[in-house]
């Protein structure tokens, strides 16, 4: 099992940068496929990039390919989301999970059993 904490998150303007960060602090994070998930005002929870056990394999939503890079190192338990030129649609709490380890990244909350407390991300225009 895993323990997931989010932080990094804030108010940034439009074309700036984030990076977040999810620790895990109890379990064996490497044996876990991670992903993000932002969930914005309104809306469903929606997939936005993942990254396989090794940190060898990645996927991205289409919005985000280019811009966003999602990362881990192992050593320290920890997955990071690269956040550039960021927009005001990129607005929502995002929240990382792990997943039992996959051939195929998933890319759907289905199948991601543990979950971090989010952390908001807000982009002014």
């Known amino acids: 099992q895993v323990q997931l904490v989010e932080s990094g998150g804030g108010l940034v303007q439009a074309g700036g940068a984030l990076r977040l960060s999810c620790a895990d602090s109890v379990g064996s994070f490497s044996s876990y496929d991670m992903g993000w998930f932002p969930q914005a005002l309104g809306r469903g929870r929606e997939f936005m990039a993942a990254?396989?056990?090794?940190?060898?394999?990645?996927t991205y939503a289409d919005a985000v390919k280019g811009r966003f890079t999602v990362s881990r190192d192992n050593a320290k338990n920890t997955v990071y989301l690269q956040m550039n030129s960021l927009k005001p649609e990129d607005t929502a709490v995002y929240s990382c999970a792990a997943a039992p380890s996959r051939i195929i990244l998933s890319r759907t909350p289905v199948g991601y059993v543990y979950w971090g407390q989010g952390t908001q991300v807000t982009v002014s225009s």
């Open positions: 990254i396989n056990r090794s940190g060898l394999k990645t």
